[in-house]
């Protein structure tokens, strides 16, 4: 196993000069030449009174060299899901300097809350749509690349990092920017977009960093030559159909190892499906058991005991199977009614290829349903019209669900709207229904 550095040791330019940080169109650029971008940054940065700014660019090299300038310069970073000018414009109203692709703008107020000690804030949507604020300390960050480190031992040092995830959220820069910075691996600053820009890429071996909402979506007859085949990828962000994954390994070359956490979290357990209904097993150091059914952990990554939302099985030899959320078990009418469950019945294999069941915060409450059909459904759909096939999925319901409890709204789509982590984007979801 290759040795690892800690994010200080980067921020301290421990790395070797000559280890290869990333490629820019092409053309390697070496740790020398990062440590000389880091410092010019830094110096950019020193007028910045705030302690906190929050930072966002597209482009990952870019973004991990002002990512150290701030750490060493003491601030907290603030990671924003998106570069939208009313996200960002609220960092200023708050006092709170920003840095967008490279451009520092710092406020005009001062800061509303300083940051006593210097940390790292995601935002993650969770299940009401709302960004949410997760502070995380730098020694959390070291021990889960550490862990990660330990744990895939055959990725070496000359392997080439590609991600089709974004690096604003944990596991796109642990996965595709630190984890390879402080072990020596190097990344493609460009996140992919599109599976054809694989083929541009002819590195001898190749890790990808990618989420189910990627590995599902494959463009007709495409494939992978076996010179541009993949020699890993990692998935996370949700649970991986059986049937991508093992599509994934038919075009791409590699059989997804996927990775079980959330942003609160961290890593928590890992699979790869070699067969249907692998269970997931528990990263070294992390112990699991469970409270009212739902995943309780204690994890290295965390300062204390973590309750989780998800529903667990645990076998014997200490693997587990995931049963759904218990926060998306709600109540209807006074009917109890699982949400995972009643999207389950809707997939149809000839008819209904994904779907997603909420409830609208309107004065009803409604239940509602956001469908993609198959080739078939859509022709389906094209007979019968929207109206007539959404009477016909809630029959199917009827015997396995009570009447009151079966989606009031039907919304048919081409795909589920997800974020830039893959994950179901919940207000666009509701956004469907205004």
Known sequence: MTSILSINDI????????????????KACHFSSFQKDVDVQQT?????????VAL????????????????RL?????????????????????????????????????????????????????????????EKAFWQLDAEILCQHTQWYEIRKNDVVLSTVSHQHIYGLIFK???PICAGHSFVNEQIHFWEELLIHDFDRSILISSPAHLSRYPQGFCLPKENKIKGIFSSGGPLRYEDAQRSFDILGALPIEVYGSTETGGIAYRQQIETDTAWTAFSGIKISTHHDALLINSPFLPEAYQTNDCVSIFQDGRFILK???????????????????????????????????????????????????SYGLKVMEEMGKYQLGLEM????????????LPRKWRFVDEIPV?????????QLRDLFD
């Open 56 to 71: 966002f660019h597209q482009d990952s090299y870019q973004f991990l060299v002002n990512f150290f300038a701030l750490y």
């Open 44 to 52: 950019n940065f020193s007028n910045v009174k705030s302690s906190a």
């Open 177 to 179: 920017l630190l984890w």
């Open 394 to 405: 809630k029959k199917r319901l009827n015997g396995r669900f009570e009447r009151v409890t």
């Open 11 to 26: 921020a301290n330019y421990k790395q070797h000069p000559e280890c290869v940080v990333a490629y820019i169109e092409n």
């Open 419 to 427: 974020n830039s982590q893959g994950k179901r984007n919940i207000k």
């Open 324 to 374: 759904g959320r218990n926060d998306r078990i709600i109540k209807i009418e006074g009917k109890r009614l699982s949400l995972p469950e009643l999207e389950y019945a809707l997939m149809d294999e000839d008819i209904v290829r994904d779907a997603v069941c909420l409830r609208l915060e309107d004065d009803r409450q409604s239940l509602v349903a956001i469908v993609v059909l198959t």
């Open 74 to 134: 003491g601030k907290t970073i603030l990671l924003p899901q998106n570069g939208a000018s009313e996200t960002l414009k609220d960092y200023l109203l708050q006092g709170i300097a920003i840095c967008v692709d490279g451009e520092i703008q710092t406020p005009e107020i001062e800061e509303v809350y300083s940051y006593d000690e210097q940390t790292l804030v995601f935002y993650t949507s969770g299940s009401t749509g709302n960004p949410k604020a997760v």
